[in-house]
Structures are given as structure tokens and as C-alpha cells.
């Protein structure tokens, strides 16, 4: 069974990248952040919530997203494993995820970490908030403060990770082909 984080700065292109990393090792692809985005596209009162947090560049309480992996962890699915994809955010939702795994008899096998430099990441976001309608990614300040927010309290989750033998640092620079690659590679070495 093989349960990936894919772990990065916002722009670092995980989306993108678990997309292709679920097709290659057939995945359940697990994405908070779209399923908030789907919450606030069905206007429910958890999307009103999310919207007013997300458009800050802040996060929602660890309570909430939790709550969310561990109903989508509960489905009846016959699968090989699970991608998350921007989960955990926090160092307790990583504990969490850890608990959650437990219960079902599954762990996580890695965690892969896309490292791009912050320039970059600005560049990528606001060029992404031209065709992305992410209100999140067409303002400099929210992006300032979504990268803050990552140093702050998501970075800490590599250490969390590492003591554990799980971390995997991929350099997140290049086309989608040859990032993609490396991930097959190191996903292949395991
Ligand atoms: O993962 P993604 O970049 O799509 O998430 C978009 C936004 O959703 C984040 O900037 C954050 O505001 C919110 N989010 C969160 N907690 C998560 C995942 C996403 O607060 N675990
Ligand atoms: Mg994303």
C-alpha cells in the first residue's frame, strides 16, 4: 500500500504534480484545498467559513480539515493507496493523519517535498491568478502572506517527517515532464 504526502510552498506545483503521480501509481487523489474550494463553490456554510480564511492567505483550523481527510478516509474504496495533496498544513495535522492511517491499517510511505525558491513562487502564483480565478492568487499581499504562513507553521512538518526516515526533497524547478520523473524515481525507490 503506498500513502504519499506531496508537500511544497504554495506554487510549488503539487497539484499539478499528484495529478500525474495518482494516474502513474493509481491514487486516490486527496486534496484539501479543492475540497474547500468546492464548499465555497456550493456556498454551505463551511465554504462561507473558507472563503473569508483562504482569500486571507490563512489556514483553516486543523478541526476542520481533519474532520474532512478523515469522512473522504472512510469511504468504501478499493484502492492501492492514497496522494494527499496540501495536507498536512500543520504539524498536529500531520499527527492526525498518522492517527487516521492508523485506524485503517495503513501508514504514510513518503512524504515528498517539491523545493522551489521564493521568487519563483511569486512569479508562478500571480501568473496562475491570471486564468486560475483563485482571488487567492491575484493579490501580492495574500501570496506574501500564504509563503509566510508556509515557513511558519507548515515547514516544520520536514522535520516531523524526516525523524521518522520519510522525507524525500525533490528539486520542484524544470518542465512538468522531467519534475514528474524524479518523483516516479524516488516513488520507485522506496
Ligand atoms: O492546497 P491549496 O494551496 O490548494 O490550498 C489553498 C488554500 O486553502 C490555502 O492557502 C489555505 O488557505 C487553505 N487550506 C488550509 N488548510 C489545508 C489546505 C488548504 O487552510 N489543509
Ligand atoms: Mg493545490
Redesign the pocket.
Known amino acids: 500500500m503506498l500513502n504519499l504526502v506531496l508537500f511544497g510552498p504554495?506554487g510549488a506545483g503539487?497539484?499539478t504534480q499528484a495529478l500525474l503521480l495518482a494516474q502513474t501509481f493509481n491514487l486516490v487523489h486527496l486534496?484539501?484545498?479543492?475540497l474547500?474550494?468546492q464548499e465555497i463553490a456550493a456556498k454551505t456554510d463551511l465554504g462561507r467559513i473558507?472563503d473569508e480564511?483562504?482569500s486571507k492567505?490563512?489556514?483553516?483550523p486543523d478541526s476542520i480539515?481533519i474532520s474532512m481527510i478523515e469522512s473522504k478516509l472512510k469511504e468504501p474504496k478499493t484502492t492501492v493507496g492514497f496522494i494527499f495533496?496540501?495536507?498536512?498544513?500543520t504539524v498536529p495535522?500531520a499527527e492526525a493523519l498518522d492517527e487516521l492511517l492508523a485506524r485503517h491499517q495503513r501508514k504514510v510511505s513518503a512524504m515528498l517535498c517539491l523545493d522551489v525558491v521564493k521568487e519563483e513562487l511569486i512569479g508562478r502564483l500571480l501568473k496562475r491568478g491570471l486564468t486560475s480565478g483563485r482571488c487567492?492568487d491575484m493579490n501580492a499581499e495574500t501570496i506574501e502572506n500564504?509563503i509566510n504562513?508556509y515557513n511558519e507553521k507548515t515547514a516544520p512538518i520536514i522535520n516531523y517527517y524526516e525523524k521518522q526516515g520519510k522525507y524525500y526533497p525533490i528539486y520542484g524547478i524544470g518542465t512538468v515532464e522531467e519534475i514528474a520523473e524524479n518523483l516516479k524515481q524516488t516513488v520507485e525507490n522506496i
Open positions: 504554495p503539487k497539484g486534496s484539501t484545498g479543492d474547500l474550494r473558507a480564511i483562504i492567505g490563512e489556514l483553516v480539515v495533496d496540501g495536507f498536512p498544513r495535522q487567492d500564504r504562513v
